[in-house]
């Protein structure tokens, strides 16, 4: 059977989710400019592969933060994933352990720390740090003794941007309990004076790595590194937070030359990248752009609302497997083996053409 787009998975996901649901899932902030304009940024950069090179075997494992990983595509926190599938995150758990694929479970999961690990997944914790920091500690805490293996701090929330059509609509249609499943008290305000004292808190305390998700400025990936984040995530929430947010395809090789990431000298920081990444050729443009690893949102709930388990391991497989074909093509035999050369970056920008409808996979 062909492999269906992902697309169409988003096709196939509406019909099994309430109306409310599925435009939570798919919104952007505002008008949902930058929503809109993530999948076709990473089109606008063109490769140059090498030839004459054995690519007999095409290695894309690899390890992050000490995380060994069969492929450096992940998943991103995502909230109510039981919305999407009864079996929620731990669904979506158990696909990311079959695949080898790194799990980042957001802080409102509907599923128990326990009840994730439990699946033998390597797990790390997203987490909105709340005004009472003493909140913060316990979740991490049990996390952390739960086997989270990093703590990535979500930096662009300090409140939740307004969407035009609203978010009250899916409370009204979702059960309390898929939401906030780890916490034992009532939610407390987002803290909107998160500091460069809070990563190094968080890199002293727990002792497991943390990461900074939310990053599109080169010297705010500087003052995350500088403070103690072993790894910046640039990303803009998939388009959820500020409207007209910049794509990350225009600053991720910016951000990974100020701080480290792929193909940079010496040792440096991690650099990840999500936002409209849909096919392996997006995230061959982000490695040569500098991301040691880059993360799907929505494909992830459309194939757990479409197909649970299964739909889940599909759409990491379907991504998996076009990267592998990409790097063969682009004479590179292994996603750690691709150098900063794959690129022309001079003739084309992020502004080029949009992809013809449906050529994500
Ligand atoms: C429905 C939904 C819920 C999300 N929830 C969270 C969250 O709880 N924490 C977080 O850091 N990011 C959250 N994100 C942002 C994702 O982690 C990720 O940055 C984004 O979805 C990537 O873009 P993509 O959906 O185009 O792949 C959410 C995104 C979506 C679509």
Redesign the pocket.
């Given at each position: 059977m062909p492999l269906p787009r992902l697309r169409e998975l988003e096709e196939r996901a509406r019909p099994r989710l309430p109306e409310e649901v599925h435009r939570?899932?798919?919104?952007g902030a505002g008008a949902g400019l930058s929503?809109a304009e993530?999948?076709g940024s990473w089109s606008g950069h063109r490769l140059v592969p090498r030839v004459l090179r054995d690519v007999t075997h095409v290695d894309l494992s690899t390890s992050l933060l000490g995380t060994d990983v069969s492929t450096p595509v992940g998943i991103?926190?995502?909230?109510?994933q039981r919305a999407a599938h009864p079996d929620g995150e731990v669904a979506t758990a158990r696909a990311a352990a079959a695949e080898g694929a790194l799990l980042?479970l957001?802080?409102?999961?509907g599923s128990t720390f326990e009840d994730v690990a439990a699946t033998g997944v390597d797990w790390w914790l997203?987490?909105?740090v709340t005004s009472d920091r003493t909140r913060t500690t316990d979740v991490v805490q049990r996390a952390v003794d739960a086997g989270a293996r990093a703590v990535?701090l979500?930096a662009?929330?300090p409140v939740v941007a307004r969407k035009e059509q609203g978010e009250r609509s899916v409370w009204e249609v979702t059960d309390p309990s898929w939401v906030r499943r780890n916490f034992t008290e009532d939610g407390a305000e987002k803290a909107r004076d998160l500091g460069p004292q809070d990563v190094a808190w968080l890199a002293g305390r727990f002792g497991v790595p943390v990461v900074v998700?939310?990053v599109l400025h080169p010297a705010d990936a500087r003052r995350a590194v500088d403070a103690g984040a072993r790894a910046v995530?640039v990303?803009?929430?998939?388009?959820?937070q500020l409207d007209r947010a910049v794509a990350v395809a225009e600053v991720l090789a910016e951000i990974a030359a100020e701080v480290g990431g792929a193909g940079s000298e010496g040792e440096g920081a991690e650099v990840y990248a999500?936002?409209?990444?849909?096919s392996g050729l997006d995230a061959l443009v982000a490695r040569g752009l500098g991301a040691d690893a880059v993360?799907?949102?929505?494909?992830?709930?459309w194939g757990l609302a479409a197909d649970g388990y299964d739909g889940v391991r599909h759409v990491l497989g379907a991504v998996t497997e076009d990267l592998r074909e990409g790097l063969t093509l682009a004479g590179a035999a292994g996603w750690t083996a691709v150098t900063g050369d794959l690129l022309r970056t001079t003739t084309t920008t992020a502004a080029g053409p949009a992809p013809p409808a449906g050529t994500t996979l």
């Open positions: 939570y899932f798919a919104q929503a993530a999948e991103a926190p995502t909230t109510l980042v957001s802080s409102n999961a997203q987490l909105y990535v979500t662009d929330t998700k939310g995530w990303s803009n929430h998939g388009g959820r999500d936002g409209g990444i849909r993360f799907l949102g929505r494909p992830v709930l």
